[in-house]
């Protein structure tokens, strides 16, 4: 059996909302996590059937004001002043410490700006009012409907509620961030399907065998006399989809599956792709700077950089949001990235086939690709769409820079 909450004013608004939400209303009105509870509040309650035996919240905008103590006076200058500003709803429901209210000044009320208007008592938890909108909310004082509201989360219905520091509220908005990982998913198929291609191609003639150089170059491999010499600037993104081998492709889509749809979700589909194919960018950039350089007509391929890059993005987007997300998701995801990164560039270190500057170049775009994409989880209000566009624009400028130093260099 559910607790009844202490009989105040805040906690009583809040029973209102939670019946409100459980009858299909959604917030119409912007509040945060610690507010909800004590400021006016505006729903918009939609035609839906009533409880079993009970009678429905009329449709329409409702607005729930938690008040200590008003004067008919205030009640009617507060009403005033919303219809003035033509944000009258209506329904109103006053709040209060104690019956403050003669109901009969709250039918006076009603009447005046002719709309519904009910009064509730938090103290002994009385409703009275326009009949109309007393009998709708009587049951929500009942046991068996306190239950039901208790399992109420309003995350899914108010975008500013709610404290994404606590780890229920975090993981509840992950949750709720989409469906799957569908990005990760074509990421996936992109680099598979050209891993088949080339081996219809005939470059494999066993199955864990490499492929011929002359083949991932017709593939698209990064390669300074083609790339920077012969213009081919196309292939600082193709060669991200090329790999030598089975067991290269295996091991980058391995790493890409497990992190990726965690990235994803904290990043959207959207964001994560931009982050993706900048990391994966700037790994070519820093290959072509520094392996490449000193090699011009060894080929570079692999998903590596960008892999690294997403790992690196989820590093900025724990530095970016760790005043907003729990203590130990920033914590977990910052121990994750630091030793994933290190560790697989001491390991690249020591083998001299592995291109660590692509490593490096997709991790340090990606970081700074994450700090700029970052965002509050869903439903926490988003980017609009000219400013995504702008944190776009920059990560893409910041690589047209990076490429117009290395044309410098090399």
């Excluded at 520094?290 to 724990?318: K, W």
């Excluded at 030793?339 to 083998?351: E, P, T």
Aim: aromatic share 8%; hydrophobic share 50%.
């Amino acid at each position: 059996m559910a607790e009844l909450p202490p009989p105040t004013p805040a906690d009583t608004s809040a029973l209102v909302q939670h019946y409100l939400l459980y009858h299909g209303a959604r917030f119409t009105s912007r509040a945060t996590e610690t507010s909800w509870r004590h400021i006016p509040v505006a729903l918009a309650v939609p035609p839906q059937g009533p409880l079993p035996g009970t009678a429905a919240p009329q449709p329409g905008r409702w607005l729930v004001v938690p008040w200590e103590a008003p004067t008919s006076d205030q009640v009617v200058a507060y009403l005033e002043r919303l219809a003035a500003a033509r944000m009258l709803p209506e329904v109103v429901v006053l709040v209060l410490a104690a019956p403050v209210l003669r109901e009969s000044v709250v039918l006076q009320v009603a009447q005046l700006f002719g709309i519904e208007v009910v009064a509730i008592s938090a103290l002994d938890r009385v409703a009275y009012g326009t009949r109309r909108t007393v009998d709708a909310l009587g049951p929500m004082f009942e046991t068996d409907t306190l239950e039901r509201l208790h399992a109420i989360n309003p995350l899914e219905h108010l975008a500013a509620l709610g404290d994404p520091r606590d780890p229920e509220v975090f993981f509840e908005r992950l949750k709720h961030t989409g469906s799957g990982a569908p990005v990760t998913w074509v990421l996936l198929g992109a680099n598979a399907a050209v891993f088949l291609a080339m081996m219809v191609a005939g470059g494999a003639a066993r199955l864990l065998a490499e492929f011929d150089g002359d083949l991932l170059v017709a593939f698209g491999a990064n390669v300074k006399q083609h790339t920077v010499d012969g213009g081919q600037t196309w292939r600082l993104l193709a060669c991200t989809y090329v790999h030598a081998n089975l067991l290269h492709i295996g091991m980058n889509m391995w790493v890409l599956r497990s992190v990726g749809e965690t990235a994803e979700r904290l990043f959207g589909g959207a964001m994560y792709a931009t982050l993706y194919t900048v990391a994966g960018l700037g790994g070519s950039i820093a290959s072509l700077a520094f392996t490449l350089r000193a090699h011009p007509g060894l080929p570079s391929v692999g998903a590596s950089g960008a892999v690294f890059g997403v790992m690196g993005g989820l590093l900025g987007f724990a530095l970016a949001r760790r005043r907003t997300v729990p203590s130990h998701v920033y914590k977990g995801l910052l121990r994750s990235a630091l030793f994933f990164s290190l560790f697989n560039i001491a390991l690249g270190a020591m083998m001299p086939q592995v291109d660590n500057a692509a490593h490096i170049g997709g991790l340090a775009a990606g970081f700074g690709a994450g700090l700029l994409l970052s965002r509050d989880l869903p439903p926490a209000p988003q980017p609009k769409v000219p400013v995504r566009l702008a944190w776009i624009a920059l990560c893409l400028g910041g690589l047209g820079v990076a490429w117009r130093l290395v044309l410098l260099w090399v």
